[in-house]
């Protein structure tokens, strides 16, 4: 079974950077949409970035695009969150997850258990 693992949360000032990891066992992307989510109380699970294996396309939410960066490496076998200018609001904990191609958009079948980012005024 797919699993997933991230790394690289933490917490910075507003302005920072940080960088999040995905490490996919087993396999590589290439047969795989790639997300990451964050979930903070009181608002809804958002899909802030995804990346698809099998062409590279990537989409951002409007809320990130610009300031993060969504990556894998030459391996097929990390995705990154690289992820600049941070503000409070991006505050919450990342998932990376994982579905398949052939699946409906949203059905993510495989989840990360989650890297907190805290970001400080």
């Known amino acids: 079974q797919v699993e997933l693992v991230e790394s690289g949360g933490g917490s910075v000032q507003a302005g920072g950077s940080l960088r999040l990891s995905c490490e996919i066992t087993?396999?590589?992307?290439?047969?795989?949409?790639m997300a990451w989510f964050r979930q903070t109380p009181g608002r809804e699970r958002q899909r802030v970035a995804n990346?698809?294996?099998?062409?590279?396309?990537?989409h951002y939410a409007d809320s990130v695009r610009g300031r993060f960066t969504i990556s894998v490496d030459s391996a097929e076998k990390t995705v990154y969150l690289q992820m600049d200018s941070l503000k409070p609001e991006d505050t919450g904990v990342y998932y990376c997850?994982?579905?398949?191609?052939?699946?409906?958009?949203?059905?993510?079948?495989?989840w990360g258990h989650g890297t907190q980012v805290t970001v400080s005024a």
């Open positions: 990346l698809y294996g099998s062409s590279g396309s990537r």
């Open positions: 997850a994982a579905r398949r191609l052939s699946t409906p958009a949203d059905a993510y079948s495989f």
């Open positions: 087993g396999r590589t992307i290439r047969n795989y949409v």
